[in-house]
């Protein structure tokens, strides 16, 4: 039974169910959202209809301007960091052992799937006065008294780092696993050091998987909604926790949407971009 | 330095990093008293109860088991028929849906969520239970419609055809040579989606916040209004619950297979 193509409309038939879901409630709904950016905010119900630009004029302020440069800051840091540690880090862990591997797979998907509530939470926790490190510190002697490491830039940045790490080491782990094993053998055996072989031979190979990793880690942390609200002050704020600020405290759904499209086009350019990176990697293979 | 001890360390710190807050939070959840305190005052479990006990915590929790269930289920019976056509059949078109299966995960999640608002506040169902449901089904869909897919792909096509060669039809050859083989397959699709439904906050706070509570938005709200260690004995909880069922789904399938082909060709 070899693969083939469909001839009569019964042989559609299995494509019919999950066709109209996902039209009914993915396109559909995103359609929706696009055409309420262009609609009026209605302060006694959700909006009225309308066509109007002024939901996409307010971008033009400079408060916005402020909050689309720090988000985009924040997320590229937050990319960075992920990547500088997760690339070593998935490098060696391909090199270990299939039960090392296994364990640590584990873990990694256990933190991965962490709610952002919990992950504000435990970070909000771990920087508390009462219950944070500042109090081993105080214990060993280092420092003269608790202090709370929370609400700060520093407090956000970590948060989003461990939010964002276990998702770098699912993306980096596919292309380093497959990755060619001769290059490798080639400068060992030239005599390399294993740090050298690493920083000459394994960086360069992988690098357009370590750009296009970059890119996903980035539109990963633009999505961050919870973590600067919780851990973060309202100047640290970005576009995800502004979105869900107007679409549920403010009521402006309209705002919200024109600031959601905004967000899908830049994170859609970004996600092409990947695409682009990832078909020129393939076609040098 | 050799690199073993270079690997030692850098996995000894990602290990640290990754273990600290739920370290803490594992240890004011144990407080005897209800106080955000590290080290723990005293040792009690009775926060533990509470999860079952207190009428807020367990309807929360019952809430979102049902939600994960249930939304699982559904994104299951979504991706099965499209993996399969999509392995069966020649039709490139047909690669748009899975286009669109995928998308809702890529895209920041905020986006998803903010169009559910508006299309179940346009339809009139905003608030409405069953629409979170159908809600994390087409946002969790990605997920067994990958492992389906790789699923399918595995298959030897040959015991297909054998099975065909036999006299045994397409419905036959369904029961009884395909949906065996992808059971592994199908079930850690459910299992994941089960899990990231059970964490998942933005969409079912934006889709039922102000009707129903799950636990995620249990958590919210009590980070804000207050302070209780059932919160920290919840997270607690759901790490555990997480490393179970990914800890299942190695031992009894293959992980490092299901998440070599998690991103690559599949995106």
Not at chain 1, 236 to 242: N, P
Not at chain 2, 42 to 71: E, K, M
Request: charge should be positive.
């Amino acid at each position: 039974m070899r693969r083939e193509p469909p001839r009569g409309l019964a042989d559609y038939a299995p494509l019919a169910f999950p066709a109209i879901m996902l039209v009914v409630f993915f396109v559909v709904p995103f359609s929706t959202m696009i055409a309420v950016s262009f609609f009026q905010r209605d302060a006694a119900g959700f909006y009225s209809p309308a066509f109007t630009l002024d939901n996409y004029e307010r971008f033009l302020s400079a408060f916005f301007g402020n909050v689309l440069g720090f988000s985009i800051m924040l997320a590229v840091m937050v990319a960075v960091v992920c990547v500088l540690v997760a690339f070593p880090f998935t490098y060696l862990l391909s090199q270990a052992s299939r039960r090392v591997q296994i364990v640590w797979l584990v873990a990694i998907l256990s933190v991965l799937s962490l709610s952002e509530v919990i992950i504000g939470f435990a970070w909000s926790t771990l920087f508390s006065r009462t219950a944070g490190i500042t109090n081993l510190l105080v214990m060993a002697g280092l420092m003269g008294e608790a202090r709370a490491l929370t609400p700060g830039f520093g407090a956000v940045l970590t948060a989003m780092v461990y939010q964002a790490l276990p998702y770098t080491v699912l993306v980096l782990y596919p292309a380093i696993v497959r990755r060619d094993p001769t290059l490798l053998e080639a400068a060992r055996t030239l005599g390399a050091s294993p740090l050298r072989a690493f920083l000459n031979v394994v960086v360069p190979a992988l690098r357009n998987t370590i750009v296009a990793t970059l890119i996903m880690v980035f539109v990963f942390a633009l999505g961050s909604y919870l973590l600067p609200q919780i851990l973060g002050r309202p100047q640290h704020w970005t576009l995800s926790v502004l979105i869900t600020d107007q679409a549920i405290y403010q009521s402006n759904m309209p705002f919200a949407a024109a600031m959601a499209v905004f967000l899908v086009l830049m994170s859609l350019a970004l996600v092409g971009l990947t695409l682009l990176v990832g078909g020129r990697r393939e076609a040098q293979a | 330095m050799s690199a073993t001890f270079l690997r030692r360390i850098l996995f000894s710190l990602v290990a640290l990093f990754l273990a600290a807050p739920l370290v803490v939070v594992a240890g004011v959840s144990v407080n005897e008293r209800q106080s955000l305190t590290f080290p723990p005052q005293g040792f009690s479990l009775s926060w533990y109860g509470q999860i079952f006990t207190d009428p807020g915590w367990r309807s929360a929790l019952v809430n979102s088991l049902t939600l994960a269930a249930s939304s699982a289920a559904l994104a299951v019976i979504i991706a099965l028929p499209l993996a399969w056509f999509l392995w069966r059949r020649i039709a490139p078109w047909a690669n748009v849906f899975q286009l669109l299966g995928v998308a809702p995960f890529i895209l920041p999640p905020v986006i998803t969520a903010l169009g559910f608002l508006t299309f179940w506040a346009t339809v009139g169902a905003y608030g409405q239970p069953w629409t979170a449901a159908i809600s994390h089904a087409i946002f969790f869909v990605t997920l067994p419609l990958v492992t389906l897919s790789l699923g399918f792909n595995s298959i030897d096509r040959s015991l297909v055809e054998a099975a065909a060669t036999m006299g045994a039809d397409d419905r036959t050859v369904l029961r009884t040579v395909v949906l065996p083989l992808i059971l592994p397959y199908l079930i850690s699709g459910y299992a994941f989606a089960f899990v990231l439904s059970l964490n998942e906050y933005i969409v079912a706070y934006m889709t039922v916040g102000f009707t129903m509570e799950t636990l995620p938005i249990k958590i919210f709200n009590a980070l804000r209004y207050g302070y209780t260690p059932t919160m920290a004995a919840v997270a607690v909880f759901f790490v555990a619950l997480a490393a179970v069922i990914f800890g299942l789904i190695a031992r009894f399938g293959d992980l490092p297979k299901l998440l070599g082909a998690l991103s690559g060709d599949d995106k």
